[in-house]
């Protein structure tokens, strides 16, 4: 423990609590639980960084030392709603460590302003809650083709759900034509999870379709293969009537350390150029 003078403590613990949250913001998680660590060994009361090590033992799939965090932040503040809701998404884990961890990515930087290249949907035909709670905003997830179906799996393989039925259809003969896709959580809980698809090849062949049409310019496109001279099929939607949007913020952290753990996607325009969705 770091012997200190009673003026040099609050500026020594900002310092750290500083470094620890930028730690976890670039997913280096072992040394966020480090810096964690150390900071409750000189400040034993201090609740962010019980809940900062929480989380940073989760991500590292280290579960019982996860739960002892947040239990020792619950008896500093026993109304924590960050503590009360991590520690009851681990008890449904079970008591085992995970076996590997599922570290968050960069990839959801990559998801900002992406004109009709970008979209939100909720999965269906969900895997059980153990599978779900696994995962948490920002973590990579895979696509994969199963028959008419699209799979979402996590990175270790196993199944979390299926793209919507219509979002799927237009996917899958995207993919089947050469576009490729990636994939990031943008909220989860026991019975329910969202993710955020991204185009990121479309091939030469797929040029004249967007992956992610608005409502109104899917309706137009229709109405003009319906009558021919009605409408016009174009990309450009109507600006009234944007798609509905998820947001991404996640309550797990305290006041403060809100960009540690949370997806760094400020915004996503729809193909006219209007903001569907906005970071809190």
Sequence with gaps: MTILRTDERPKYKKERAKRAVALAKEGRWAEAAAANKSLVGDFPEDLESYNRLG?????LGRIGEAKRAFRRALEI???????????????????EDLRISIRASAAPHAFIEESGKAGTTSLVSL???????????????????QGGALEVEDPLGD??????????????????????????????SENEMTIIIREVFKH?????????????????RMQALISPGIG???????????????DWSDDDTEPGDDHAFSPVIHRIIASDGSELGEDV
């Design 204 to 220: 030469p062949s797929q040029a004249a379709s967007p992956s992610f049409p608005s409502k109104a310019s899917e309706e137009r």
């Design 232 to 246: 016009e099929l174009d990309d450009d939607p109507d600006p009234g009537d944007p798609p509905s949007m998820k």
């Design 159 to 188: 199944y979390l759900g299926r793209v919507e039925p219509k979002l799927a259809s237009r996917l899958a003969r995207l993919m089947k034509g050469g576009n490729r896709y990636e994939a990031a959580v943008t909220s989860v």
């Design 77 to 95: 503040s026993p109304h924590s709603s960050i503590a009360i809701k991590n520690l009851d998404r681990l008890e449904q884990l079970g008591g």
């Design 127 to 145: 895997a059980p809650p153990k599978f779900l709670l696994r995962m948490s905003p920002g973590h990579p997830v895979h696509l994969r083709l």
């Design 55 to 59: 989380k940073a033992l989760m991500e």
